[in-house]
C-alpha cells in the first residue's frame, strides 16, 4: 500500500482524490486548511448578495465519503519536507507520504506591495465575499443616513483594480444590484448613482480574449454604468485612496483588488524552478524535478503541455492535473514501478491539457465565451456560461438549489443574500 498525500482540496487535490477512490493499492489523506470545497467560479456571485455562502461550498468529507481509502483532515500544512517524505500541520501533526501532490492553489498578490492588502478588499476565499458584501451594503446603509454630499460620494464609490474576468464580473453584477435589484429600497440616496470604476493597467479589459471580446465587454460595462478606465496604474492604496500614475487621488470607501495573483506560499517550500508569481515549473508529467514522487498541480504550476500549450490557470486545467497525477499513479501501481526513467516510457505520462474554452459574464445575460477559435458573446454566450458554471457544481443537491434559488432572484430581479452578517459597530468605519 502507497500512502499518497494531497494538499489541497481544491479542484485539483479533489480530483486527484477521485481517480484514486477505493483503489486497492493506494491509502490516501486530503489535508484542507478548510472543511470544505469552494467553486471560486461563483464567489463574485456571494460578494454581490446573489447566493450565499453554502450555496458555492460543499463539504469535503461528504464529497469523498464514499472512498473507504481516503481520510479527509482539516489542517494547515506549513512545511514540506520532499527529500525526507513529510509534511508538517499548523496542529504540529506530522504527515509522512509516498507521493505527495501540493495543490494548494494561489492567493492574492499585490507585485510585492503587500501593505496595499490592508486597505483593500479582495475576493479568493468566502470569507472575502462576504466581506465585500459587507462592505458595500454597509456603505449603502451610511450613505442613506449621512447628510454630508461628500462622504455620501465616497460611500457611495466602488473601484475595483483589475480587468481580468474577476474585476469584470464584479463590476458588472455590482451595476445589477445598485441600478436595478436595489432602487427601490432607499429613500434618501438612488443606487443607481453609485460609482463603479473598474482600472486596468494594460490598453484593455480581458486580456485573454479577442480585441473585440474585450471591447464588447467594454461597452457592454459603460451601457451599465461603470466607468472602465484602461492604460492607468495604481502606484499606492491608502485608507479609502488609490493613488494613480497620473498623480490623480480617486476616493472610494471600497476599492476591491483583483490585479494579481501568487503562488501558495508553499510552493516556495519546494526547491523548484518557479516563475514571479511564485508558480513551479514541473516537469511534463507534473513531477517535481529531482523528486519524482513530489508532484505539483492547479494554479501553483507554470508550465507548457506536452502539446506546448500554456496550461492556463482556470478550474478546468487544475482538474485534468489532478485527475493525470491520480491516473499515473495507478498505472504506475500497475506495472510496479516507481522510477522517473520508467515512467518516461509509460503511455500518456507527460500532461496534456484539453482546451475546453473559457468564459466571464458582464452583468445579467450577457458574457463572452472563448474556446479556441470559436468566439461567442452576448445572450447565447451567457447561457452557456450559466449552463456551465452549474453542472460544475459539486452535488446534486447543491446544483438544484443553486439553480433554483438563482432562477428565482433573476426573474424577481431580487437577490436574497442581502444580509449584513457581523454588522460593523456604528462608530467605526465600514
Ligand atoms: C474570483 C474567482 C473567479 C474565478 N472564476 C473562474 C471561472 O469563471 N472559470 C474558471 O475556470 N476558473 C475560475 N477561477 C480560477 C479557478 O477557481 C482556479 O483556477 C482553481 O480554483 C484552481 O484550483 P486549485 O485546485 O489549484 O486551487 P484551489 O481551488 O484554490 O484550491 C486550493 C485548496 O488548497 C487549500 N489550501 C491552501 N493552502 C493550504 C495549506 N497550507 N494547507 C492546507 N490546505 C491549503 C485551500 O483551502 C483550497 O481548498 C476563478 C478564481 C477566482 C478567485
Same mark, same amino acid.
Given at each position: 500500500m502507497k500512502h499518497v498525500l494531497i494538499i489541497g482540496a481544491g479542484f485539483a *487535490?479533489?480530483?486527484?482524490?477521485?481517480?484514486?477512490?477505493?483503489?486497492?493499492?493506494? =491509502?490516501?489523506t486530503v489535508i484542507d486548511r478548510t472543511n470544505h470545497h469552494l467553486f471560486q467560479p461563483l464567489l463574485y456571485q456571494v460578494a454581490s448578495a446573489s447566493l450565499t @455562502?453554502?450555496?458555492?461550498?460543499?463539504?469535503?468529507?461528504?464529497?469523498?465519503?464514499?472512498?473507504?481509502?481516503? =481520510?479527509?483532515?482539516?489542517? +494547515?500544512?506549513? @512545511?514540506?519536507?520532499?527529500?525526507?517524505?513529510?509534511?508538517?500541520? /499548523?496542529? $504540529?501533526? #506530522?504527515?509522512?507520504?509516498?507521493?505527495? #501532490?501540493?495543490a494548494s492553489g494561489a492567493r492574492t498578490g499585490y507585485f *510585492?506591495?503587500?501593505?496595499?492588502?490592508?486597505?483593500?478588499?479582495?475576493?479568493?476565499?468566502?470569507?472575502?465575499?462576504?466581506?465585500? /458584501?459587507?462592505r458595500i451594503l454597509t456603505c449603502l446603509e451610511k450613505a442613506e443616513m449621512t447628510k454630508d454630499a461628500a462622504e455620501c460620494k465616497r460611500l457611495m464609490t466602488i473601484?475595483?483594480? $483589475?480587468? $481580468?474576468? =474577476? *474585476? #469584470? +464580473?464584479?463590476? $458588472?453584477s455590482?451595476?445589477?444590484?445598485?441600478?436595478?435589484?436595489?432602487?427601490?429600497?432607499?429613500?434618501?440616496?438612488?443606487?443607481? /448613482?453609485?460609482?463603479?470604476i473598474l482600472i486596468e493597467g494594460s490598453d484593455r479589459i480581458l486580456e485573454a480574449y479577442s480585441s473585440e471580446q474585450s471591447q464588447y465587454a467594454k461597452s457592454r460595462l459603460e451601457s451599465l454604468g461603470v466607468v472602465v478606465m484602461v492604460n492607468t496604474r495604481v502606484t499606492e492604496v491608502t485608507a479609502g485612496k488609490l493613488h494613480l500614475k497620473s498623480g490623480e487621488i480617486l476616493e472610494a470607501e471600497s476599492i476591491i483588488w483583483a490585479a494579481g495573483v501568487e503562488a501558495s506560499p508553499l510552493a516556495a517550500q519546494i526547491s523548484a524552478a518557479s516563475d514571479r508569481s511564485g508558480r513551479i515549473t514541473p516537469l511534463p508529467d507534473l513531477s517535481v524535478p529531482g523528486f519524482p514522487s513530489v508532484f505539483v498541480a492547479g494554479d501553483l504550476v507554470n508550465m507548457r503541455d506536452s502539446e506546448d500549450q500554456v496550461v492556463p490557470g482556470i478550474a478546468p486545467a487544475a482538474m485534468q492535473m489532478g485527475d493525470h497525477i491520480g491516473r499515473l499513479l495507478l498505472e504506475e501501481a500497475r506495472l510496479e514501478t516507481t522510477s522517473?526513467?520508467?515512467?518516461?516510457? =509509460?503511455? /500518456?505520462?507527460?500532461f496534456r491539457y484539453h482546451d475546453k474554452g473559457f468564459m466571464a459574464i458582464i452583468g445579467k445575460n450577457h458574457a463572452v465565451v472563448k474556446s479556441g477559435k470559436t468566439e461567442l458573446q452576448g445572450f447565447v454566450a451567457w447561457l452557456m456560461w450559466l449552463f456551465i458554471h452549474i453542472l460544475f457544481l459539486v452535488g446534486f443537491r447543491n446544483k438544484l438549489a443553486v439553480l433554483l434559488g438563482w432562477a428565482f432572484a433573476y426573474i424577481k430581479d431580487n437577490p436574497s443574500a442581502r444580509v449584513i452578517i457581523n454588522p460593523p459597530n456604528p462608530q467605526s468605519g465600514p
Amino acid at each position: 500500500m502507497k500512502h499518497v498525500l494531497i494538499i489541497g482540496a481544491g479542484f485539483a *487535490g479533489l480530483a486527484c482524490a477521485k481517480a484514486l477512490a477505493n483503489k486497492k493499492k493506494f =491509502t490516501v489523506t486530503v489535508i484542507d486548511r478548510t472543511n470544505h470545497h469552494l467553486f471560486q467560479p461563483l464567489l463574485y456571485q456571494v460578494a454581490s448578495a446573489s447566493l450565499t @455562502a453554502p450555496d458555492i461550498a460543499q463539504s469535503i468529507r461528504q464529497i469523498l465519503c464514499k472512498a473507504k481509502n481516503i =481520510t479527509v483532515l482539516m489542517d +494547515e500544512i506549513i @512545511a514540506i519536507d520532499p527529500a525526507a517524505r513529510h509534511a508538517t500541520g /499548523r496542529s $504540529g501533526t #506530522v504527515f509522512d507520504f509516498d507521493h505527495l #501532490v501540493l495543490a494548494s492553489g494561489a492567493r492574492t498578490g499585490y507585485f *510585492g506591495n503587500d501593505h496595499w492588502a490592508a486597505h483593500s478588499l479582495c475576493l479568493k476565499s468566502l470569507a472575502d465575499a462576504q466581506d465585500i /458584501r459587507r462592505r458595500i451594503l454597509t456603505c449603502l446603509e451610511k450613505a442613506e443616513m449621512t447628510k454630508d454630499a461628500a462622504e455620501c460620494k465616497r460611500l457611495m464609490t466602488i473601484a475595483i483594480v $483589475g480587468g $481580468g474576468p =474577476t *474585476g #469584470v +464580473e464584479l463590476a $458588472g453584477s455590482f451595476a445589477d444590484l445598485t441600478h436595478r435589484s436595489l432602487q427601490s429600497n432607499y429613500r434618501n440616496i438612488d443606487t443607481a /448613482r453609485l460609482s463603479i470604476i473598474l482600472i486596468e493597467g494594460s490598453d484593455r479589459i480581458l486580456e485573454a480574449y479577442s480585441s473585440e471580446q474585450s471591447q464588447y465587454a467594454k461597452s457592454r460595462l459603460e451601457s451599465l454604468g461603470v466607468v472602465v478606465m484602461v492604460n492607468t496604474r495604481v502606484t499606492e492604496v491608502t485608507a479609502g485612496k488609490l493613488h494613480l500614475k497620473s498623480g490623480e487621488i480617486l476616493e472610494a470607501e471600497s476599492i476591491i483588488w483583483a490585479a494579481g495573483v501568487e503562488a501558495s506560499p508553499l510552493a516556495a517550500q519546494i526547491s523548484a524552478a518557479s516563475d514571479r508569481s511564485g508558480r513551479i515549473t514541473p516537469l511534463p508529467d507534473l513531477s517535481v524535478p529531482g523528486f519524482p514522487s513530489v508532484f505539483v498541480a492547479g494554479d501553483l504550476v507554470n508550465m507548457r503541455d506536452s502539446e506546448d500549450q500554456v496550461v492556463p490557470g482556470i478550474a478546468p486545467a487544475a482538474m485534468q492535473m489532478g485527475d493525470h497525477i491520480g491516473r499515473l499513479l495507478l498505472e504506475e501501481a500497475r506495472l510496479e514501478t516507481t522510477s522517473f526513467a520508467d515512467r518516461k516510457t =509509460t503511455l /500518456r505520462a507527460n500532461f496534456r491539457y484539453h482546451d475546453k474554452g473559457f468564459m466571464a459574464i458582464i452583468g445579467k445575460n450577457h458574457a463572452v465565451v472563448k474556446s479556441g477559435k470559436t468566439e461567442l458573446q452576448g445572450f447565447v454566450a451567457w447561457l452557456m456560461w450559466l449552463f456551465i458554471h452549474i453542472l460544475f457544481l459539486v452535488g446534486f443537491r447543491n446544483k438544484l438549489a443553486v439553480l433554483l434559488g438563482w432562477a428565482f432572484a433573476y426573474i424577481k430581479d431580487n437577490p436574497s443574500a442581502r444580509v449584513i452578517i457581523n454588522p460593523p459597530n456604528p462608530q467605526s468605519g465600514p
